[in-house]
């Protein structure tokens, strides 16, 4: 895996700007293609319920292991049907929000009684991460899309390599390892907005325990047949007393 | 039409404010046999006149798929219209690859109209010489729209376009209140009855005849010869019954009697319409 990226790097026939590489006045080779993520943000939680969609994300956008923007929102209405959040690179985010932007604003200069519904506007999205992915080029971010239209309820991820898929309950980054297991036992297609707000809040202080890049401090976004609505930011009560937190190093003696 | 100096190019406007060459194109589709579109409210129906040029030959082809929810019926130069078709199911199959919905046929109309304008506003271009009857659904349901050469489109609840189609159009005048609340194969019948106004010597066959349907429970398909002729057949029988049923109104009335002969009536209108005038 190393091997390939380096001799990628090398690889001095990508002359165009789009393909990565571009020979400057110096003389080297200078990459101008995404390789990692500088500005991060963490999980992004997602679930159906009775009404329509509920997503959650705390607010913290993470430089490396500073917390750098504790008041970044990573969560997005898109038109009138769907919501987006997002985890990874935030300026790749921000750039997909303005494209986003443009899609619902051409969709509603037609004028007529057609609009983008959260299916069409999945699938555009994983259009455009499919051929940045193809160009090697990556935004790097995973993306949940939740939306709701004619009383159909939509729910997908789009991940930074063009992996799609739809499903009951989703999840990016840490959230796919700690909420989900949660998810998978306490999901009802029946919640009501009470319940589902309970269990994303357990999920979430679950991952403010145990994800270094969390804070305490989320935004749920609603989506329901009337239209999107984001919550303003709110904190959960912790609780550190809990047995497993104690000595915490009981185990591995000698790391703090 | 008369000639005049302002009739060369395009691009040149004439003293009363006329483009004369759009207009000339429009007065091609003209002469292309004919074809009808009537809309209810859950399907949209196509006719075509199927013209062989001669005894030997096989009739041009008039109705085209463009997508699971779109199709055209064409009067003019069927061969602009080929070119057109192949636009329009480049776009449609476009917006699927992206979108994975199909493209609204509202929103199609307005790209081939914009592209028909191109050609009125270009030196080295001239006007699409072919009319297109878009038949389509969207969110709001079907529709039925005209794309004329000029680069503008129009809806209609039902049309017809090409040589005799004023025959066509006045049977629909007649009776298009009564289309929405028609059923699919009433909404047939009356395609295939504004059709054989059109004809001219000719007894209404699948030969020279074309029909397609579309609806939100049916993809976009042409019927297939069979069928057609078991509908014609059905027209047939109506026409017997009708004539055994009433007796034959003064000419002069049965206008008037037309107006609303299936008000509520789940049966056909009676098929014995008065003799036009051509």
């Known amino acids: 895996m190393e091997h390939a990226i380096e001799a990628f790097k090398r690889e001095e026939s990508l002359g165009a700007r789009h393909s990565g590489a571009a020979a400057a006045s110096d003389g080297k080779i200078h990459i101008e293609r995404t390789q990692y993520p500088y500005v991060t943000g963490s999980s992004v939680l997602g679930i159906k319920y009775k009404d329509g969609i509920l997503l959650a994300a705390d607010m913290a956008a993470s430089y490396g292991s500073t917390k750098r923007y504790k008041s970044f929102q990573r969560l997005k209405p898109v038109g009138k049907h769907a919501v987006i959040g997002a985890s990874g690179e935030m300026s790749d985010f921000q750039q997909i929000s ?86 998978r036992k306490q999901w009802r297609a029946d919640m009501t907005l009470e319940e589902g707000v309970r269990l994303l809040e357990k999920c979430l202080l679950v991952l403010y325990y145990r994800d270094r890049s969390s804070i305490n401090k989320y935004q749920i976004a609603k989506v329901t047949e009337e239209g999107v609505t984001i919550s303003s930011p709110f904190a959960i009560e912790t609780n550190w007393d809990l047995e497993a937190f104690q000595n915490p190093t009981k185990n591995a003696e000698g790391s703090w | 039409m008369f000639r005049n100096q302002y009739d060369t190019d395009v691009t040149t406007w004439s003293p009363a404010g006329r483009l004369h060459q759009v207009e ?145 159009k006045t049977y629909l005048e007649r009776r298009f209140e009564t289309f929405k609340d028609c059923s699919r194969d009433e909404l047939i019948r009356h395609a295939l009855l504004a059709v054989k106004e059109s004809l001219q010597d000719e ?68 098929a014995e319409a008065t003799p036009m005038d051509m």
Not at chain 2, 104 to 133: H, I, N
Not at chain 2, 145 to 158: F, R, V
């Open chain 1, 98 to 183: 303005t494209m986003l932007d443009e899609l619902t604003l051409r969709d509603q200069m037609w004028d007529d009684s057609n609009t983008l519904g959260p299916h069409e506007i999945h699938s555009y999205l994983n259009r455009i991460m499919y051929q940045r992915r193809n160009k090697f080029d990556p935004l790097w971010n995973n993306i949940i899309l939740g939306g709701v239209k004619n009383g159909k309820k939509y729910l997908g991820v789009v991940s930074m390599i063009g992996v799609h898929f739809e499903d009951d309950h989703v999840a990016t980054g840490f959230g796919q390892h700690l909420a989900r297991p949660e998810l």
């Open chain 2, 24 to 168: 000339y194109a429009m007065e091609g589709v003209k002469q292309g046999s004919a074809a009808v579109g009537l809309k209810c409210k859950t399907h949209v129906v196509l006719a075509s006149v199927n013209k062989a040029s001669s005894e030997l030959s096989s009739y041009q082809k008039k109705l085209f798929k463009i997508d699971e929810n779109i199709g055209v019926a064409m009067a003019g130069i069927i061969a602009d219209g080929r070119v057109l078709c192949k636009f329009m199911r480049s776009e449609c199959i476009y917006h699927q690859f992206v979108f994975e919905a199909p493209l609204p046929v509202s929103r199609l109309v307005v790209q081939v109209a914009d592209k028909a304008q191109v050609c009125t506003q270009r030196s080295w271009k001239r006007p699409y010489g072919v009319g297109l009857l878009v038949a389509g659904l969207d969110e709001a349901g079907p529709h039925l729209y005209y794309n004329c050469p000029s680069g503008n489109y129009y809806e209609y609840y039902a049309f017809a376009i090409g040589s005799r189609s004023q025959a066509a």
């Open chain 2, 203 to 270: 007894e209404l066959k699948s030969t020279n005849c074309g029909i397609a349907v579309v609806g939100a429970d049916e993809d976009f398909h042409i019927l297939d010869g069979e069928t057609l002729q078991s509908f014609i057949d059905t027209l047939e029988d109506n026409k017997a019954e009708a004539k055994e049923a009433a007796p034959e109104d003064p000419a002069s009335t049965s206008g008037g009697g037309e107006a609303g002969p299936s008000a509520g009536a789940a049966e056909e209108p009676p």
